[in-house]
């Protein structure tokens, strides 16, 4: 089983539609969640970090998680093809500074 | 505030060369990692240094991969006598706390 799992997609939907990307993970000692977005040939750019259960918005975006079922999501609100990229989940435990990810969810958003 | 910076872009290189990457991470960051990334994967750990430091390596890192961090400001990753394997993106992340900032990559090609 890896460490975290993302379904590889891809997804496609049409613009404006809310767009639910998931996220599970193995090790419970995860303390710290990110989402990052990664454009075809660029490299990651940080666009969510969570740290607590719950949820937390930043415009359009929203991260949830929930540490007891080791699950972080991230919704998409009003999507544009702007944000057709590849979103990679990633988490490092208690203590520990490296990130692991997952392999991300290629995501395209149709005009 | 300047990003993260990675030199060269790119790289291709002939089978059992040496090659050498450098990263200058975000001015205040203290902590700089090294990561790999092949085509439809996420990014994989390789090394971590807080300050001058190598704190953690991955066993990723094999004997021909070397890092340093002279003085805790930009690093270098050295890859000895490069095999096809070795193709793929180095990234580059600084951080200050837990959010890591990646550099744009630099794109190794070993021929």
């Known amino acids: 089983q890896k460490e975290v799992e993302q379904d590889p997609g891809p997804l496609s939907v049409p613009e404006g539609a809310i767009v639910s990307l998931n996220c599970t993970y193995s090790?419970?000692?995860?303390?710290?969640f990110f989402w990052y977005r990664q454009y075809s040939g660029k490299s990651p750019e940080l666009i969510m970090s969570?740290?607590?259960?719950g949820d937390k918005e930043d415009g359009r975006f929203t991260a949830q998680l929930n540490k007891a079922s080791q699950y972080v999501s991230l919704l998409i609100r009003d999507s544009q093809p702007s944000d057709s990229a590849t979103y990679l989940c990633?988490?490092?435990?208690?203590?520990?500074?490296?990130?692991?990810f997952g392999q991300g969810t290629r995501l395209t958003i149709n005009p | 505030d300047t990003g993260v910076s990675q030199n060269p872009r790119h790289k291709i290189t002939k089978r059992g060369q040496n090659v050498t990457f450098r990263c200058d991470p975000i001015?205040?960051?203290?902590?700089l990692y090294w990561y790999r990334q092949t085509l439809g994967q996420g990014p994989e750990f390789l090394t971590y240094f807080q300050n001058e430091a190598q704190l953690e390596k991955s066993r990723l890192l094999s004997d021909r991969f070397s890092a340093e961090r002279p003085k805790g400001s930009f690093s270098t990753l050295e890859i000895q006598r490069t095999e096809q394997g070795d193709s793929a993106m180095y990234l580059c992340?600084?951080?200050?706390?837990?959010?890591?900032?990646f550099g744009p990559g630099t794109r190794l090609t070993v021929t």
């Open positions: 090790d419970r000692g995860s303390q710290s």
């Open positions: 990633a988490m490092s435990a208690r203590g520990a500074q490296k990130l692991v």
């Open positions: 001015s205040e960051h203290n902590r």
């Open positions: 992340a600084s951080s200050l706390s837990g959010e890591q900032y």
């Open positions: 969570i740290y607590s259960n």
